[in-house]
């Protein structure tokens, strides 16, 4: 079974042992090598093809100078081994070697990592000497990863992402005052509404069985899970399955728009929903239940502005690219969605508006946002 796609579709020995190899090969360094990654991510992204990273490291080998010839043997080995097409690089600047394996085909992947991991390592075993070989640490990791772990924590493999760290190292100075915002708005804001808090506390106990605060585990900022809160606006109990069933429609972009106010403005939203209580649906319409949120944000859960965070089976449904949206940013109570389209536009819409966002993120977006959020409120949730 051939695994790999490739012009000419040559046999995967071929593909494995280098013999198409002709033109001179580049090892790249570091800061080069983790943007192809990144490049690699959003390939895979458009076309759905996976790519698998190899990474060898020497655990217990003195430090590496640039000077140093300890890898030379390594080096030669995995570009004799590998295809022209293959891309190898440092993913720690003399530390760590990587290799980008790309056009794996998604229906034998497995297969295929497998015939690679045995060709590479049989043959480093043939020009490395025993003791060599014996120190390397050699680890696989395909893309798109599993997501659906159900826990909490980074991505399944943050590995692979290694630029949006280093994208937060570049904007720290830019992070801390959105932090600073989000620390003393919220504080201002919880305090003010104190009273307003206290009456739709008293008015959801009197109106419904079950607790004030509606918790549920939300998804944020590189797949950490969190407890995210909002006044109960549903009656306690109640069964989800019908969510779950529309918002998978939505994702795949076969939901139908609903008719949310009878003049034919149509809305993705599950605009009938028996769940509702009464008093919830005027939370709903006037966003009044989201004001719990500002304890996430002083939490540091969220921020004022950013994506909605998804519930756990959403991400289930998502596509590779749509993860994007909880990967660059922390998700917020508002943002470009909410203040531009709302539930008026489609999953794969809220998402690019989501991604160009995390883009062009500045405070000076920011405030813009907060700035058109009271009108964005006053016109309804939908």
């Known amino acids: 079974m051939i695994c790999l796609q490739v012009e000419n579709t040559p046999r995967l020995d071929d593909l494995l042992s280098g013999s198409q190899q002709t033109a001179v090969r580049e090892v790249l360094d570091e800061k080069t090598f983790r943007k192809m990654i990144a490049i690699e991510r959003k390939r895979t992204e458009r076309?759905?093809?996976?790519?698998?990273?190899?990474?060898?490291?020497?655990?217990?080998?003195?430090?590496?100078?640039?000077?140093?010839?300890?890898?030379?043997?390594?080096?030669?080995?995995?570009?004799?081994?590998?295809?022209?097409?293959?891309?190898?690089?440092?993913?720690?600047?003399?530390?760590?070697?990587?290799?980008?394996f790309t056009g794996i085909a998604s229906d034998c992947k497995n297969t295929c990592v497998g015939a690679i991991l045995n060709r590479v390592s049989a043959a480093l075993q043939g020009k490395l000497f025993f003791e060599q070989f014996v120190q390397l640490s050699i680890s696989l990791h395909l893309f798109p990863d599993d997501w659906n772990h159900g826990g909490s924590g980074d991505p399944s493999n943050p590995v692979l992402y290694p630029d949006l760290h280093q994208d937060g190292k570049d904007k720290r100075g830019m992070l801390f005052l959105k932090r600073s915002m989000d620390i003393l708005g919220s504080i201002f804001l919880l305090l003010l509404l104190l009273p307003l808090f206290a009456l739709i506390a008293v008015a959801v106990k009197a109106t419904s069985?079950?607790?004030?605060?509606?918790?549920?585990?939300?998804?944020?900022?590189?797949?950490?899970?969190?407890?995210?809160?909002?006044?109960?606006?549903?009656?306690?109990?109640?069964?989800?399955?019908?969510?779950?069933?529309?918002?998978?429609?939505?994702?795949?972009?076969?939901?139908?728009?609903?008719?949310?106010?009878?003049?034919?403005?149509?809305?993705?939203?599950l605009v009938s929903d028996p769940r509702i209580t009464p008093l919830g649906r005027f939370l709903r319409r006037t966003s009044l239940d989201e004001l719990p949120q500002f304890l996430n944000v002083l939490k540091g859960d969220m921020s004022l502005v950013g994506p909605r965070p998804p519930i756990p089976y959403e991400l289930e449904a998502y596509q590779t690219w749509h993860r994007r949206r909880v990967l660059d940013v922390k998700p917020g109570i508002t943002g470009l969605w909410q203040v531009t389209g709302r539930s008026r536009v489609s999953f794969d819409e809220m998402v690019r508006l989501d991604l160009h966002y995390a883009n062009f993120w500045s405070p000076w977006l920011d405030f813009k946002i907060l700035m058109r959020t009271p009108a964005a409120v006053l016109k309804g949730a939908y």
């Open 209 to 269: 069985k079950g607790p004030v605060f509606f918790r549920q585990q939300r998804v944020g900022q590189y797949g950490r899970h969190f407890t995210f809160l909002k006044f109960r606006s549903m009656r306690a109990g109640n069964n989800h399955s019908a969510h779950m069933q529309y918002v998978r429609q939505m994702i795949a972009g076969s939901a139908e728009r609903v008719s949310a106010r009878g003049n034919g403005e149509g809305v993705y939203k």
């Open 47 to 100: 076309t759905a093809e996976p790519f698998l990273l190899m990474l060898l490291e020497c655990v217990d080998c003195p430090a590496q100078g640039k000077d140093s010839q300890g890898f030379d043997g390594l080096i030669n080995a995995l570009l004799s081994t590998t295809r022209e097409t293959d891309v190898i690089g440092w993913y720690k600047e003399h530390r760590a070697i990587g290799i980008l």
